[in-house]
């Protein structure tokens, strides 16, 4: 399983960027995807998590209202639109995919995902 993200980049505060997470080796259609961020000097931080179905997702609480995530089956992609984005959103956004297609343990925990992306860098500046 490969699991790509792309999208991001310099964008200054109140602005937007869309993530995307290409995967391959295993459908995003029959897994849970989340994106977790880490920022210089702080631990990894749940973002947003989606279940195979799509019917469910979840956020982080300092992203929920700005941030959306999507799935694009036919594309085995994942999205992740970011909106109003504030300098604290600067951070190495990784994708991750988990092991079922809903996360009971608890969407927010590393170890939920068994399958993480390279990451992609956004930098929001004031």
């Known amino acids: 399983v490969q699991l790509q993200a792309f999208g991001g980049g310099l964008v200054q505060a109140g602005g937007l960027l869309r993530l995307s997470c290409a995967a391959s080796?295993?459908?995003?259609?029959?897994?849970?995807m989340g994106w977790f961020r880490q920022a210089p000097g702080k631990e990894r931080e749940f973002v947003a998590g989606i279940s195979s179905s799509g019917g469910s997702t979840f956020y982080g609480d300092s992203v929920k209202g700005r941030f959306t995530i999507s799935r694009d089956n036919a594309k085995n992609t994942v999205h992740l639109q970011m909106n109003s984005l504030k300098p604290e959103d600067t951070a190495v956004y990784y994708c991750?995919?988990?092991?079922?297609?809903?996360?009971?343990?608890?969407?927010?925990?590393?170890?939920?995902?068994?399958?993480w992306g390279q990451g992609t860098q956004v930098t929001v500046s004031s």
């Open positions: 080796g295993r459908p995003v259609s029959k897994y849970a």
């Open positions: 991750a995919q988990a092991p079922s297609g809903y996360v009971r343990s608890g969407w927010h925990l590393s170890v939920a995902y068994d399958y």
